[in-house]
């Protein structure tokens, strides 16, 4: 498939996951399969090529078989404890019960 979305930077980093795929065994795409995972991978990088290179990048480096946009914890609210936060937590729900 020689219709990149984008330039060759993006068709580098497209073939470096095409061998990355090969590498781990799992099965070549097809032409539909390919067709669709690139319309996908343009859609999760909103039509962006420097965001699509980061995808395929994370990818690699989280050893996934597929195509997956990095979370961003940035704008939700996470609760990090520690492990006495969690204890009291547990102590007060379970004081609660009683």
Request: glycine share 4%; proline share 3%.
């Amino acid at each position: 498939m020689n219709d990149f979305p984008f330039n060759d930077q993006f068709a580098q980093a497209w073939q470096e996951w095409l061998a990355y795929r090969k590498e781990r065994r799992l099965p070549c795409y097809k032409p539909v399969g390919l067709k669709k995972t690139l319309s996908r991978l343009i859609q999760l990088s909103d039509n962006n090529e420097s965001e699509a290179i980061k995808i395929i990048d994370y990818s690699i480096s989280q050893n996934y078989q597929g195509l997956f946009k990095e979370k961003s914890y940035a704008n939700s609210q996470t609760h990090q404890f520690s492990r006495s936060g969690i204890q009291a937590k547990l102590n007060e729900r379970l004081s609660q019960r009683q």
